[in-house]
């Protein structure tokens, strides 16, 4: 039976997602507004690592960058995702707050003790009580517009932090440039998803996940992160449980789990995410394992992206996989804005 994807549309996504994600490239180019003229009001001398607060959405901006800062950074790059600290935090640390909301209760406890420790604190966020904190402590701020679910403004939150390290002359000048070059190729890619048409590979491939259960496998190299960003959105926006894991780890163990229980793993589907700079013995292995499994599961689909540089290819992939959540809430029968299990979960933490 045909599915009508536009019905699907108008029935279920009521809080627009879809246009949150059209917004990916807009939101690199708010970024670059944002940043044009601003300037820290503090100095970040003596500057020898970087630890990045944050949780969920937020987070996996911090991820985003540092995977893309790796081969040029010459200090040390940690996203924290906890209530606590490093014990090596001090004087010497940048310290990059990100909390879209401005509430999140693990990112509060973790830039509490940041400030103990006396480290160098720039908030990124739209307000909330983390802003107040920061502007009680004379703290750089960088507030970002709001209206965004957190996980939907991951254009708004890895620019922007990006540009912030780039002020400080810790990210790169020609990474800077790249990201700039790549709004426009984003926002002609992003073309070909908007609309339900047979050449749309965004729905074919939620077409043939959504009744599944995706495992996605990313290179160490680069597109692990991709790999967990999708998982991260087919379980907020789809409400599907998915996995990943990341190549060459997963030939040192995980590999040994596709034996047992035969008929429940008939019910998963391995996803590849590569790129062409990826390790060669990488994208071998990835190869040989994806032979390897061919008769455990029903479905392997592999995922890669063209562009001149890493950044453009990355940031197409993490943009085309957030499509593929998107049809597959659709599919779904379910609206893939609300996070009803987070927020009770946040009330029941409160009472």
């Known amino acids: 039976m045909e599915i009508d994807i536009r019905n699907l549309k108008s029935l279920f996504d ?79 640390t940048l310290v990059i707050a990100s909390s879209y909301s401005g509430g999140t209760e693990e990112t509060l406890s973790a830039f509490h003790q940041c400030l103990s420790a006396k480290a160098k604190i720039i908030v990124i966020s739209t307000g909330g009580e983390i802003t107040k904190l920061a502007e009680n402590h004379n703290l750089d701020i960088v507030k970002i517009p709001a209206g965004f679910q957190p ?20 990210a790169n000048s020609d990474l800077v440039q790249d990201l700039k070059n790549s709004i426009e190729q984003l926002d002609a890619y992003s073309k070909n998803f908007v609309v339900d048409s ?46 990943h894991h990341h190549i060459p780890e997963q030939n040192h163990n995980e590999i040994e789990g596709w034996n047992q229980n035969p008929e429940l793993l008939k019910k ?59 049809y597959s809430a659709l599919l779904h029968n379910v609206d893939p804005t609300p996070v009803e299990r987070i927020q009770l979960l946040k009330r029941k933490m409160n009472e």
């Open 14 to 92: 009521s809080s627009s997602m879809h246009d949150a994600i059209c917004s990916f490239p807009q939101q690199i180019q708010q970024s670059f507004d944002i940043m044009k003229d601003y300037e820290p009001i503090n100095s970040y001398p003596d500057i020898r690592n970087v630890l990045i607060l944050g949780m969920g959405g937020s987070a996996i901006g911090g991820d985003v960058v540092r995977v893309l800062m790796q081969d040029f950074c010459k200090i040390p790059i940690l996203v924290n995702r906890s209530y606590d600290i490093p014990g090596w935090v001090n004087e010497s």
């Open 151 to 170: 996980r939907a403004a991951l254009g708004l939150s890895f620019s922007t932090l990006l540009l912030v390290l780039n002020k400080l002359r810790i």
């Open 198 to 243: 047979v050449e749309n590979e965004a729905i074919m491939i939620a077409k043939k996940i959504f009744k599944t259960i995706p495992v996605i496998y990313g290179s160490e190299d680069l597109t692990w992160v991709a790999a967990y960003r999708f998982r991260c959105q087919l379980e907020e926006n789809a409400k599907m449980m998915a996995f």
């Open 268 to 326: 998963f589907t391995i996803i590849w995410l590569s790129d062409e700079d990826d390790h060669e013995r990488s994208l071998k292995r990835m190869k040989v394992t994806k032979q390897l499994l061919n008769k455990t599961v029903e479905n392997q689909i592999t995922i890669s992206e063209t562009g001149n540089n890493r950044i453009v290819r990355l940031l197409k992939m993490i943009h085309f996989t957030d499509w593929i959540s998107y």
